[in-house]
């Protein structure tokens, strides 16, 4: 079959590569001028490794990236124990970081009494060992993690959180969000040697040996069909499979499927992800990879020290954080320009560490990056198969309900590779 696999990111990329090895003549189009999707990385002329435009980990049990990986020979994964933290405002308005990995570090934790700390534990507990259950969808994590941990428990540790991922939506977010986040996560975490480009650099060498015809700048504006052919910029194919965002995907379509098919994926919400990267020769943060920032007095969602992770030699000897946020496109931090972001947050990140100083910056922003997780989102989001034969979505908004990440990127685009037949 002649197959038009749309978005080249990992979950094209792992759906074309398994096409082609079944001999389908597989064609993989990709808007930007290069593969790899969220995942792709930049690279400063004095560092050796390149870097991912937004923060990369994979967790110990991600296990279908890691079967991939060992499936096509890429051996260059490795695993360390960074520490993960939050960072409050004391009583005299001064900032402490707390590490919050360990079971020990709940036990230490300066904000609740004993009886809270654990029944905050039990729940976390619970929720590790849990499986799906359908009460996770029907209430939200407000209501979840009040009712289970207490009220004191979702201020301290909870609320702020998902005032800074989500924003307005926090009210209606689903515990479905907190289970799979406590379930999934792993204190062990892994990167990829040269960053996670070299895994996209790898892969796109094997899609080239299996002759795969990837374009790359190629924008789709609309589809239609011919007869059972599907016709794309002129190009006739027997299947396509869309891993576009939804709302791009929506709009492509609309010459192929029904108003009141589409109408539903419409109801979907999503907030746009920033994040702004300094290069600096002091570390903004000592010992902390990743520090949830719980507090409103600053305003950064999260902030990640990848060099508290990956060694500093691999980027010329200098120190790079990120700073991250999930924001609604007119927010006026997802509209400032570089130089006039990083002047309003100067003060701020120098509580945090007041000699450090930057010597490089970089600025990326990324559209439909965080759905919102709400009941309408589960009433109305996409699956594999649609009402049009051989038409088949595989995009990150089926990795509910799971963060988005590269290891259920390449979980879609291997089980979607599935659904076509000879």
Avoid at 99 to 112: E, N, R, S
Avoid at 402 to 418: C, I, M, P
Wanted: proline share 4%; charged share 20%; glycine share 6%.
């Amino acid at each position: 079959m002649k197959i038009a696999v749309l978005g080249g990111g990992l979950t094209g990329m792992t759906a074309s590569y398994f096409l082609a090895g079944k001999g389908h003549h597989v064609t993989l189009m990709e808007k930007n001028s290069e593969l790899g999707g969220l995942a792709i990385g930049f690279k400063n002329p004095d560092w050796n490794w390149h870097l991912e435009r937004a923060y990369h980990h994979l967790f110990a049990n991600d296990h279908d990236i890691l079967s991939f990986a060992n499936e096509i020979g890429f051996d260059k994964i490795f695993f360390q124990n960074p520490t993960t933290a939050s960072l409050y405002e004391t009583a005299n308005n001064k900032f402490q970081i707390l590490p919050l990995d360990t079971p020990g570090d709940l036990l230490a934790f300066p904000y609740l009494n004993i009886a809270d700390k654990m029944r905050a534990g039990a729940v976390m507990a619970f929720l590790k060992l849990s499986p799906f259950l359908p009460l996770f969808e029907k209430n939200t994590a407000e209501a979840f993690l009040k009712k289970t941990m207490g009220r004191r428990a979702w201020i301290s540790l909870w609320e702020e959180l998902f005032r800074k991922k989500f924003g307005e939506y926090a009210g209606i977010i689903l515990a479905s969000f907190i289970w799979a986040r406590i379930k999934k996560r792993t204190k062990n975490l892994g990167y990829i040697e040269g960053g996670f480009q070299t895994f996209i650099d790898y892969l796109t060498n094997k899609l080239t040996g299996l002759r795969v015809n990837v374009l790359t700048g190629i924008e789709i504006k609309d589809i239609k069909k011919r007869g059972s052919k599907y016709l794309i910029n002129n190009w006739e194919y027997d299947a396509v499979i869309s891993t576009l965002p939804t709302p791009v995907m929506t709009k492509i379509t609309s010459k192929i499927f029904t108003a009141e098919f589409l109408q539903k994926y419409r109801k979907l919400k999503y907030l746009h992800a920033m994040t702004l990267i300094l290069e600096t020769k002091e570390p903004l943060l000592e010992n902390t990879y990743w520090l949830n920032v719980s507090t409103p007095k600053i305003p950064v969602m999260g902030i990640v020290q990848h060099t508290n992770f990956i060694d500093k030699n691999n980027y010329g000897g200098n120190h790079l954080c990120y700073l991250g946020w999930y924001l609604k496109r007119e927010d006026k931090l997802m509209n400032m320009e570089k130089d006039r972001l990083i002047k309003y947050l100067i003060p701020y990140l120098k509580i945090l560490n007041s000699k450090f100083s930057i010597l490089n910056s970089y600025l990326f922003r990324a559209p439909f990056a965080q759905p919102i997780f709400d009941r309408d989102f589960v009433e109305n989001r996409p699956g594999f198969v649609t009402p049009q034969k051989n038409f088949f979505i595989a995009n990150l908004d089926m990795t509910y309900p799971y963060d988005r990440g590269t290891n259920y990127a390449v979980k879609l685009g291997k089980n979607v590779s599935e659904l076509i037949k000879i």
